[in-house]
C-alpha cells in the first residue's frame, strides 16, 4: 500500500485570533450568554450555561481517532498499493515482506508444499520452497534425493536431470564433506545444510510459464568434534524456470550464480555443539511471496 496522504483535520480556516480563549476544533467560537437568575427556590426557571468548548473537543477527539484507524486500516487492490514503492503488483519495492493477500499454498506432496496459486505470487511461494527442499541434508542420501526431484522437477526434467545429480553427489564429493558413500554423517557428528529464502524476484510471467530467481542464504557443514569441514555460510541466487503441469508449478530448468553476499558480520562462531542443538529443535518455514 502506498502511504496515503496526511489529512489536516483542524479545518480550513484556524481564524484571525488564535489565542481565543474561546476557539475549538474547526475555529468556531462559541461565547456564552448569562440569563438572569430565577427564583432561587424553583431550579428548573433557570438552565446553567453549558461548555459547548468541551463538547465540541471531544467531538473533535473523536473524529481524529476514527479517521487515524481507518486511514491505517485503509487498503486497495491497485497496482500502486501492492507494497511501498512498488510500481506493480508483481514488484517487491521497499518492502519486500508485506504480505500479498493470495493464499500461498493449498497443501504439502510429503514435506515439499505444493497446491500453489497460479499467478506469480504462486510461483514466486513454488520457486521459494522448491529451493528450500532442493538445498537440504535430504538431497545427500540417494532415495530421499530422487523424491524431492520428483516433487519439484516436471517429469521430463526429472528424468533428464537425475543421473546428473547422482554423479554431483559422488562418493568423493559425499567424503570431502565427512560423509560417507551413502550420505551419512559419522557417529556424534550432526551434517547441516540448509536453504533460507531471502527474497524472490519475477524474471518472466506468462500465464502458464514464469521463470523466478530466489535470492538466499545457506548453511553447510559438519557438526562435530572431529569436523575438519565445520558449519558455514553461502550467499547465491538460484533462477527456476517452471511451467503449470497438473494444477501446479513444476520447475524445467534452473541455473545458480553466486551472491549477492553482504559484509560478514562480527558476531563469533557458536560451538559445535551448539549448532547441532540448533538445528535439532528450530524447524524450518513454509515460504509465501
Do not use: C
Request: charged letters at 20%; zero cysteines; hydrophobic letters at 30%.
Amino acid at each position: 500500500m502506498s502511504p496515503g496522504d496526511e489529512h489536516d483535520y483542524r479545518g480550513k480556516d484556524q481564524g484571525s485570533r488564535p489565542d481565543d480563549p474561546y476557539s475549538t476544533l474547526g475555529g468556531t467560537r462559541q461565547t456564552r450568554t448569562r440569563l438572569p437568575d430565577g427564583d432561587p427556590g424553583n431550579p428548573g426557571a433557570r438552565r446553567p450555561a453549558r461548555n459547548s468548548r468541551s463538547l465540541v473537543t471531544i467531538t473533535g477527539i473523536v473524529v481524529l481517532l476514527v479517521a487515524a484507524i481507518a486511514f491505517a486500516n485503509r487498503g486497495g487492490g491497485s497496482e500502486d498499493d501492492a507494497s511501498p514503492g512498488a510500481k506493480t503488483s508483481g514488484s517487491a519495492g521497499s518492502a519486500p515482506t508485506a504480505a500479498t493477500g493470495t493464499k500461498p499454498v493449498q497443501g504439502k506432496n510429503g514435506t515439499i508444499a505444493s497446491g500453489f496459486a497460479q499467478d506469480e505470487q504462486g510461483a514466486q511461494s513454488a520457486a521459494a520452497n522448491y529451493a528450500v527442499a532442493l538445498g537440504s541434508a535430504e538431497m545427500f542420501t540417494k532415495e530421499s534425493r530422487d523424491r524431492i526431484l520428483d516433487t519439484v522437477y516436471s517429469p521430463a526434467a526429472a528424468g533428464e536431470i537425475r543421473e546428473p545429480q547422482d554423479q554431483a553427489y559422488s562418493t568423493d564429493f559425499l567424503e570431502h564433506l565427512g560423509l560417507d558413500a551413502d550420505g551419512k554423517a559419522p557417529e556424534g557428528s550432526t551434517f547441516i545444510s540448509r536453504t533460507i529464502p531471502v527474497g524472490t524476484k519475477v524474471v518472466q510471467f506468462e500465464g502458464d510459464t514464469a521463470k523466478v530467481a530466489v535470492w538466499y542464504t545457506g548453511l553447510i557443514g559438519m557438526s562435530g568434534q572431529d569436523s575438519t569441514k565445520p558449519v558455514s555460510t553461502t550467499w547465491k541466487t538460484w533462477t527456476a524456470q517452471m511451467s503449470w503441469s497438473d494444477g501446479d508449478w513444476k520447475v524445467t530448468g534452473a541455473s545458480e550464480s553466486d551472491g549477492p553476499a553482504p559484509v560478514p558480520g562480527d558476531v563469533a562462531a557458536s560451538k559445535s555443539d551448539t549448532i547441532s542443538k540448533a538445528v535439532e529443535e528450530y524447524g524450518g518455514f513454509t515460504y509465501a511471496r
